[in-house]
């Protein structure tokens, strides 16, 4: 997990928008079990309607376009995000495929209707 703030702007992989991120570790159902993404983002300009995202993990990000603003706080939510890691081992990673994606934006990536669970942090 590269760690990105909310705030930054990263462009995807095979996608032509540039997306928002908006939460870091959220919680998904996913094949009818709880996975956990690196990040929730809205895409741009568009924006996001209630319930909806894009979830993707670091490693689908193509580069940052703008990092976002981070501060101390950012440090120390960082460091909890990773002792979270370490301590929920129970949760597995999600994976971007046709079940998690719709194909409304460029066919790749795209909103999910997935229900969004807050983990123990409030993300």
């Known amino acids: ?8 702007i ?6 032509e928008n540039n997306f928002l991120i908006i939460a870091r570790l959220p919680l ?3 094949n009818g079990e709880t996975v956990y993404f ?12 209630t319930e909806k995202g ?10 940052v376009i703008f990092h976002g603003l981070a501060g101390n706080d ?15 081992t129970e949760f597995k990673r999600g994976i971007i495929d046709e079940d998690t994606n719709s194909d ?8 999910t209707n997935n229900e969004v669970e807050t983990g123990p942090f409030g993300f």
Do not use: H, R
Request: aromatic share 10%; glycine share 6%; net charge negative.
């Open 28 to 30: 998904v159902e996913q």
């Open 1 to 8: 997990m590269n760690n990105l703030p909310n705030g930054a």
């Open 74 to 88: 950012t440090v120390e939510y960082n460091q909890g995000v990773q002792d979270w890691l370490k301590n929920n």
């Open 104 to 111: 409304d934006l460029d066919d790749n990536k795209a909103e």
């Open 38 to 49: 690196d990040y929730q983002a809205a895409v741009l300009p568009q924006g996001i309607s």
């Open 54 to 63: 894009i979830f993707f993990n670091s490693d689908d990000i193509n580069y």
């Open 10 to 15: 990263v462009k995807l992989k095979g996608v």
